[in-house]
């Protein structure tokens, strides 16, 4: 099993959908949780922080769910500018802190 | 300016050639990352260097080998290229070790003929 995993999609939408990516992870260890986001042939960026209680930040919404090793990314009112790789990360604990464990990613297409 | 920085961006080589990939950030950072993007888009970590001490060294054959000459360069060099080895490798830095907002560099895409 891999230590994160995502539903690799493709989700093609129209702007003005929302859109949930959901993501799981092995490692009850993992520490904190966070949403990189991947354009095409690009690096990946930090896009979000994922916290217990939920956080947001403008139309993008993370949650995380311990008990069920489960995270989760809504986009609301959907922006062509949207499209691209959504990276679902988890930050092992202990001594391993600081190694990031990456998703294989979900490919996100916004449609006009 | 760039905030990290990989040379080359493409590399094309035979098998069994030796290559190297250079990297640079100047943001100031204590901890330096190589990761491998493969094929299907997973991006594994390869090897951190915390002030210059290698901090995380994982499963990744003997054929690479990083070199961090001062805290602002990882390089990483490859011998006897393999077909497998292809890939897009990406170098990234953060302000510390554990802390988790990672910059990547703009990758360089590696292809073994």
């Known amino acids: 099993r891999k230590e994160v995993e995502q539903d690799p999609g493709p989700f093609n939408v129209p702007e003005g959908a929302t859109v949930a990516f959901n993501c799981t992870y092995s490692?009850?260890?993992?520490?904190?949780f966070f949403w990189y986001r991947q354009d095409c042939r690009k690096e990946p960026k930090l896009l979000m922080s994922?916290?217990?209680s939920g956080n947001e930040d403008g139309r993008f919404t993370a949650q995380l769910n311990r008990a069920s090793q489960y995270i989760s990314l809504l986009i609301r009112d959907s922006k062509l500018s949207d499209s691209a790789t959504y990276l679902c990360v988890a930050n092992a604990g202990g001594t391993s802190y600081g190694k990031l464990t990456f998703g294989q990613g979900t490919i996100l297409t916004v449609h006009p | 300016d760039t905030a990290v920085s990989q040379t080359p961006k493409y590399l094309v080589t035979q098998m069994g050639n030796d290559k190297s990939i250079k990297c640079e950030q100047n943001l100031g950072h204590d901890t330096m990352y190589w990761y491998k993007q493969d094929s299907k888009k997973f991006l594994k970590i390869m090897f951190s260097y915390n002030n210059k001490e290698l901090i995380i060294n994982e499963t990744v054959p003997n054929r690479f080998s990083p070199k961090s000459p001062d805290k602002a360069h990882l390089n990483l060099h490859i011998n006897s290229l393999e077909l497998g080895d292809s890939a897009v490798y990406f170098c990234a830095s953060s302000q510390r070790q554990g802390t988790v907002e990672q910059f990547f560099g703009p990758g360089t895409r590696l292809t073994v003929l």
């Open positions: 994922v916290y217990s």
């Open positions: 490692n009850s260890a993992s520490q904190s």
